[in-house]
């Protein structure tokens, strides 16, 4: 049974950071693209940074330069560190996995907010 679990969210003020981890189990981690996604109140959802099994990276535009994706492939975990955080960074979270982002966890709430 694969399992993702996202943590690390919360309230933050604008132009603080917030570091989220999700932890991977049921999975051959290593071998897995993982991918943070992120969905706002009333709008699509949004890739916001991926990192392949060769620990290359991408960010969407919107993050580019304040958000960092890394990997721990001995403990199966995948971070998000954010920087620099705006209001409109404000989403639910969501960790998944695979090229075709076959395995999601359950999101969890980053505010960003004064």
């Known amino acids: 049974q694969v399992q993702l679990v996202e943590s690390g969210g919360g309230l933050v003020q604008p132009g603080g950071s917030l570091r989220l981890s999700c932890a991977a189990s049921?999975?051959?981690?290593?071998?897995?693209?993982m991918h943070w996604h992120r969905q706002a109140p009333g709008k699509e959802r949004e890739l916001v940074a991926s990192?392949?099994?060769?620990?290359?990276?991408t960010y969407a535009d919107s993050v580019k330069g304040r958000f960092i994706i890394s990997r721990d492939n001995a403990k199966n975990t995948v971070d998000l560190q954010m920087n620099s955080l705006k209001p409109e960074d404000t989403a639910v979270y969501y960790c998944?996995?695979?090229?075709?982002?076959?395995?999601w966890g359950q999101g969890i709430q980053v505010t960003v907010s004064s």
């Open positions: 990192i392949r099994s060769g620990y290359s990276t």
């Open positions: 049921g999975i051959v981690f290593s071998s897995y693209t």
């Open positions: 998944t996995a695979g090229s075709r982002m076959s395995y």
